[in-house]
């Protein structure tokens, strides 16, 4: 795993670390959370470790959750951490 983030040109430290994705504003993908916190249609809320991430927006979804990873889907404004 080391190589190929070497390779990548990727700092060791970036393996199990927070990735999300966003796909113009209607789609996020959130890897490597450890856990959903909230759900509404306005904000989904998901943890990892001990800071909160917050995505905003409208008429959201989360649309897939398998185990660490989260597909949520809507209308979105924001994204941010809150703590």
Known sequence: ??????AAGLPEEAAGALRVSLWDDDFVQVENHTGVADVK?????LW????LLAVNGQNLMLEE???C???IKGKILSIEYLT
């Open 65 to 67: 959750l398998d185990g």
């Open 1 to 6: 795993m080391k190589r190929l983030l070497r």
């Open 69 to 71: 990873n989260g597909k």
């Open 48 to 51: 990892r470790g001990k800071r």
């Open 41 to 45: 249609d306005t904000c989904v809320k």
